[in-house]
C-alpha cells in the first residue's frame, strides 16, 4: 500500500540541476492548434508546442525572488529586434548602491542585456519579455528581474518561430507527474524557488492512491517521500519494481492539476496595428525601445 506522505521543509537552495536525458513536462492544457509556449518557473524551462505537440525545450532564466516573474496567461505582443535597453530606475539604482556607473541607456550590442531580440509577451505596461542575454553562464537560473532570459541562440531561433498572438501560460508547478511509455509512474519534484504555498502537494497523495487503484499496482511511497525531500528535479519512477529502472521512451505528462479548475480560455489574439507599435518605458528590464524598424520609420518622418 501507499505510505502516507510527509510534509516536508522545502529547501532553498538555488542550484539548478543539470538538463535530464528527458525532462518532464508541467500538466498544462495546451491548445491544439497553433503555437503555445509553457514556462514552468520551477523547473526554468519553457516549452514550446506546436498544434499541441511539444516541439522544442529551452533552458530559460526567470525572475530572482525578490523580482519574481508571474504566473498566468499571456499572448506574444511583440518582437524587436537589435533592441537598445532604457534602464528602469530601480536598476539605476542598485547600480548607484553598487557602485557602478549609471546607465540610463545601453544601446545594440555585446554589452546589451537584452541581447539581439526581445519578444514581449503581456501588456506593455508589465515589461515582461523572452529575450537574449550579454551573461550566458546565468542560463538557466533564477537571476533575472522579471524577465526571462535565453541564451542568444535559443532567443534568435524562438523570435523567428513565434508570432504576435500566440499563446503563453506561465505556470508554477514544483511536481510534476508522468508516464513513460512502458506505463510506469514517474514523478520529478523541484526546488520551492519562490517559497510560495506548494499547489500540487495537497492533491499528490490523493492522486497517487486514485492511480494505484486504477492500475492495480502497488507505488512505493518512500520514493515520493524521498524525492519530495531532495527536491533536484531528477524524475524517480514511483512504479518500478527497481529504484534504477530507466524510462522507457519518452515522459508524457500525467494530468492531474489540469482536472482540478476548468480550462481557462486563450486570450484572443491581439489586432492588426496600424503601424510598429511603441514600446514604452518598463520595468524591469522593460521592453526596448530603440528598435531599427521604428527608428527607419522616424527618419522617413522627420
Known amino acids: 500500500m501507499l505510505k502516507c506522505f510527509s510534509v516536508l521543509a522545502l529547501a532553498c537552495s538555488l542550484a539548478v540541476p543539470a538538463m535530464a536525458a528527458v525532462t518532464p513536462a508541467p500538466d498544462i492544457q495546451v491548445n491544439p492548434v497553433g503555437r503555445h509556449l509553457v514556462l514552468n518557473l520551477p523547473q526554468a524551462r519553457l516549452f514550446l508546442y506546436q498544434d499541441g505537440k511539444l516541439a522544442r525545450i529551452f533552458p530559460v532564466a526567470v525572475g ?5 516573474t508571474p504566473v498566468g496567461s499571456f499572448d506574444i505582443t511583440g518582437i524587436y529586434r537589435a533592441p537598445s535597453w532604457h534602464v528602469p530606475k530601480s536598476i539605476q539604482e542598485e547600480m548607484r548602491r553598487s557602485g557602478k556607473e549609471v546607465q540610463t541607456v545601453v544601446p545594440p ?3 546589451n542585456p537584452l541581447g539581439p531580440v526581445f519578444v514581449r509577451f503581456g501588456e506593455s505596461s ?8 550579454n551573461a550566458p553562464a546565468s542560463v538557466p537560473g533564477f537571476r533575472s528581474h522579471g524577465c526571462v532570459r535565453l ?3 535559443d532567443a534568435l531561433e ?4 513565434v ?3 500566440d499563446a503563453v501560460t506561465v505556470a508554477y508547478q514544483t511536481i510534476v ?9 514517474w514523478l520529478t519534484a523541484y526546488r520551492n524557488r519562490y517559497k510560495q504555498e506548494d499547489p500540487s502537494l495537497p492533491y499528490l497523495a490523493q492522486t497517487l492512491l486514485d492511480w494505484q487503484r486504477q492500475h492495480q499496482q ?3 511511497g518512500q520514493r515520493v517521500d524521498d524525492a519530495l525531500k531532495r527536491r533536484d528535479g531528477t524524475p524517480v519512477c514511483l512504479s518500478c519494481k527497481s529504484a534504477k529502472a530507466a524510462i522507457s521512451g519518452g515522459l508524457n505528462a500525467m494530468p492531474w492539476l489540469s482536472r482540478l479548475a476548468p480550462a481557462t480560455p486563450a486570450a484572443a489574439p491581439a489586432a492588426p496595428a496600424a503601424s510598429q507599435p511603441q514600446p514604452q518605458q518598463e520595468r524591469e528590464p522593460g521592453p526596448p525601445s530603440g528598435q531599427r524598424a521604428r527608428a527607419g520609420a522616424a527618419r522617413k518622418a522627420g
Open 177 to 185: 507527474l508522468s508516464e513513460d511509455e512502458a506505463g510506469q509512474l
Open 158 to 161: 524562438l523570435a523567428k518561430t
Open 163 to 165: 508570432s504576435r498572438g
Open 109 to 111: 550590442g555585446p554589452n
Open 64 to 68: 530572482k525572488m525578490l523580482t519574481q
Open 126 to 133: 508589465l515589461g515582461l519579455g523572452f529575450h537574449g542575454t
Open 151 to 153: 541564451r542568444n541562440d
Open 218 to 220: 502497488a507505488l512505493f
